[in-house]
Nanobody
Framework: QVQLVESGGGLVQPGGSLRLSCSAS????????MGWFRQAPGKEREFVAA????????VYADSVQGRFTISRDNAPITVFLQMNSLKPEDTAAYYC????????????????????????WGQGTQVTVSS
């Protein structure tokens, strides 16, 4: 049974920073890509960032490019999302996701951005950006 557990969410003022973490457990992992998605109330879940199994390739949504940074450790499997210059429109529940695809350069960028490409999901952590 695969488990993804997110942490690091909270309330922050506009312009502030947060760092989200996601730990994976439950089975031996290798060569798996990981990503972050978010969902605001009344809106569909949307892609935020993805990282390949090696960490050598990262993909970002246009709305967070230059402000957010995704990274990972592989022992144990942990993925991070450093969020800087936060805006009120970044307010959402943030979900960690794991793909059995590598999400490397051999995959299309649109694959890394697609909800269907991810096989396991965390429960989410709330990020609220407000003054």
């Amino acid at each position: 049974q695969v488990q993804l557990v997110e942490s690091g969410g909270g309330l922050v003022q506009p312009g502030g920073s947060l760092r989200l973490s996601c730990s994976a457990s439950g089975r031996p992992f290798s060569n798996y890509g990981m990503g972050w998605f978010r969902q605001a109330p009344g809106k569909e879940r949307e892609f935020v960032a993805a990282i390949s199994w090696s960490g050598g390739r990262t993909v970002y949504a246009d709305s967070v490019q230059g402000r957010f940074t995704i990274s990972r450790d592989n022992a144990p499997i942990t993925v991070f999302l450093q969020m800087n210059s936060l805006k009120p429109e970044d307010t959402a529940a943030y979900y960690c996701a794991l793909s059995t695809r590598r999400l490397g350069v051999q995959e299309r960028i649109t694959t890394a951005q697609a909800i269907w490409a991810y096989d396991y999901w965390g429960q989410g952590t709330q990020v609220t950006v407000s003054s």
